[in-house]
């Protein structure tokens, strides 16, 4: 017998989220995406930078709910513009978002 169950986060407090990256493939290549936290100045990076995929994909999983900020930089050493987009997170969700890279 099979049964079937919502999807739920990771756990009962986590949440994590999807973004694509849009744009001309040679603009997201060499990015790098950071999470920051804007509740905890403390702490502030609450992920290492991750790099999005060929399709422009990336997730960040694990989050507490709250509000964060995802920031895009290009690699080091080459000129790109900083993109900034404010999340906000709440518990047990999964968000999908996009950036657009120029």
């Not at 079937?4 to 060499?30: C, H, K, N, Y």
């Not at 709250?66 to 000129?79: L, M, Q, T």
């Amino acid at each position: 017998m099979t049964r079937m169950i919502p999807w739920r986060a990771q756990s009962l407090s986590s949440s994590l989220f999807d973004g694509t990256v849009l744009g001309r493939p040679e603009r997201r290549s060499g990015l790098r995406l950071s999470l920051i936290s804007r509740e905890d100045p403390e702490e502030p990076f609450v992920h290492a930078p991750v790099a999005p995929d060929q399709g422009g994909r990336f997730h960040f999983t694990g989050l507490r709910a709250g509000s964060y900020v995802i920031v895009a930089r290009g690699a080091p050493g080459e000129p790109s513009p900083e993109l900034r987009l404010p999340v906000e997170v709440k518990e047990m969700e999964k968000l999908e978002v996009e950036l657009r890279v120029e």
